[in-house]
């Protein structure tokens, strides 16, 4: 949780000189119609499909000196963040990106955590990026070793909360207005388990004991259902964040229609983000039985559920269906079927297309690129898909920042081939 801070006359007068730039921007016109097509997107409704860039590799992207930080004090430093990267990305490979007319300030708190503290070791070939290789140290061998599970508590900061939000409107407010915005729900079981106990461990543990497994995830979802029912309490959930782990969250299916103006969001006015990307190579009964049938519970009490990230679901979709009623957005990765996703997809949900950040890690051949899109294009046409496409998980571009204007520039063109 940050301080509130100290900004000197200098920092104040960069990020007024950055906010009203950013509000430029964020007050044309096309900001509001991106809004809309989101929105019909996360409503089912058929359309050119968003196209976003997320997990850029800020460190690999400076142009000129443009996201060289000025500001001394932390939370300048952080407002000059946004700022410099917002503008940076609408200036060089914006895509559909949505900048809010507003400045958003995160409600404060902190958790006890749930017994676990990662142990690792790793392999860092560049210091200056924050993708490394991890080598995780085995806590959960021992059947005795699940009791370490506790259930976080959770501390709200409302008088840290009003002390930002008044130094930002002080900085902002006859420029940008401030809001105070709570968190999405986010649960992914299996990528914090894996860290606790080792991904090979842990597959072996599927077959080889399965008891020990139902262990694990049952105290573990015991302490994260613990966690968001105290975020519901506590008045830290949201609804109005523009993005939902790196993908449109914009629907006018959420909140529900009987919650009060000022009545904080509650668990069914928000969604529930979750995913098993270790599950790849599973089966889908053993995908049930060790992971959704764990998160249904909570899920079911959301308003909505996306689920799924880099692992390949096309297998799966029909468990996906019969588990999570309020299933509205799946994940569909570079290493699924795009064409068997589709057909199953259909109209029932969101095809969320993950392209695939290979393709930018080195080179941005746009003739890959273009035949990666058009394969989405093409299958989500036939079947008549409601869909995203979204480029994440971009560890490196090699210092090469054109990749991505290259990817951006390439995707749009291939769409404008179908959308007119």
């Known amino acids: 949780m940050r301080q509130t801070g100290n900004p ?15 509000a430029e921007v964020a007050r044309l016109d096309i900001m509001e119609k991106t809004r809309h097509r989101m929105t019909e997107n996360n409503d089912l409704k058929p359309g050119r499909p968003p196209v976003l860039l997320h997990e850029v590799p800020w460190h690999e992207m400076d142009i000129d000196g443009k996201l060289k930080l000025i500001c001394t004090d932390a939370f300048a430093r ?14 060089y490979f ?25 142990v690792e070791n790793r392999r860092i070939i560049d210091a200056k990026n924050n993708i490394h290789s991890h080598g995780y140290i085995d ?16 501390t709200a900061y409302p008088e840290k909360d009003k002390e930002r939000m008044t130094l930002a409107e002080e900085i902002l407010g006859d420029i940008l207005p401030v809001e105070l915005r709570g968190h999405d729900i986010y649960c992914p079981p299996w990528d914090r388990i894996a860290r606790y106990r080792g991904v090979i461990a842990l597959m072996l543990d599927l077959a080889d004991r399965p008891e020990h497994t139902h262990r ?11 966690e968001i ?47 098993a990307q270790i599950f790849s190579v599973v089966s889908p009964d053993m995908h049930e039985e060790f992971d959704t049938l764990y998160t249904k519970p909570l899920a079911d009490r959301c308003g909505l559920t996306y689920y799924g990230c880099c692992e390949a679901l096309d297998r799966k979709i029909p468990m996906l269906r019969e588990t999570y009623k309020n299933l509205r957005k799946i994940g569909v990765s570079p290493w699924a079927n795009e064409e068997s996703s589709a057909e199953q997809i259909g ?28 394969k989405t294009v093409e299958v989500c046409l036939k079947y008549g898909c ?29 769409l404008d081939e179908y959308y007119k």
């Open 347 to 374: 109209r029932e949900y969101v095809y969320a297309r993950k392209a695939n950040p290979a393709n930018v890690s080195e080179t941005a051949d746009q003739d890959v690129i273009r035949a990666e899109t058009k």
């Open 78 to 91: 952080d407002m000059e963040t946004f700022f410099r990267r917002s503008l940076f990305q609408w200036e």
């Open 139 to 154: 806590q959960l061998e021992a059947e005795e070793s699940v009791e370490k599970f506790r259930a976080p508590v959770l």
């Open 229 to 275: 029912e105290q975020m519901e309490a506590l008045g830290l959930l949201e609804y109005r964040n523009p993005y939902l782990h790196c993908t449109p969250e914009f629907t006018s299916d959420l909140p529900q229609k009987d919650k009060k103006p000022n009545e904080p969001p509650r668990l069914k006015d928000v969604w529930f983000r979750t995913m």
């Open 8 to 22: 000197t006359k200098e920092d104040v007068s960069v990020l007024r000189e950055l906010a009203e730039r950013y």
């Open 386 to 414: 409601v869909y995203e496409i979204v480029l994440k998980d971009i560890s490196t571009v090699s210092y090469k920042p054109k990749n991505l204007i290259v990817w951006e520039h390439t995707v749009r063109e291939t």
């Open 94 to 118: 914006p895509g559909d990106m949505y900048l809010e007319p507003l400045y958003a300030i995160p409600r404060a708190y902190t958790s006890t955590g749930n017994g676990f503290e990662v």
């Open 216 to 226: 694990i995830m049952s105290a573990y979802m015991k302490g994260a259902t613990a």
